[in-house]
C-alpha cells in the first residue's frame, strides 16, 4: 500500500532519465559512498572470517581423509 502522495515517475526508466536531465547523470550515483562504507567493512570481515573457518575446518578434519579442497 502506498499511502503517500504519488510517484512523479511512471516507471524506472523514466525516473532516472528525469533525474539525470535535471540534476545531472552524477545524481544517479547519490548515496553510492555511504553505502559501501556501510557494505565494505561487512564484506571484509565475512572473508576474512570464512577463510579462517575454513582453514580450521581443513585442519582437524581433513587430516583424517588425508584430502584438502583449495
Do not use: C
Request: glycine letters at 4%; proline letters at 6%.
Amino acid at each position: 500500500m502506498n499511502a503517500g502522495k504519488a510517484s512523479p515517475y511512471k516507471n524506472l526508466f523514466q525516473a532516472m532519465v528525469i533525474i539525470a536531465r535535471e540534476e545531472g547523470p552524477l545524481a544517479l550515483y547519490k548515496g553510492w559512498t555511504p553505502a559501501f562504507v556501510r557494505m565494505a567493512p561487512q564484506t571484509i570481515l565475512t572473508f576474512i572470517f570464512l577463510e579462517q573457518f575454513r582453514n580450521l575446518y581443513w585442519d582437524r578434519h581433513a587430516t583424517k581423509n588425508k584430502v584438502r579442497y583449495e
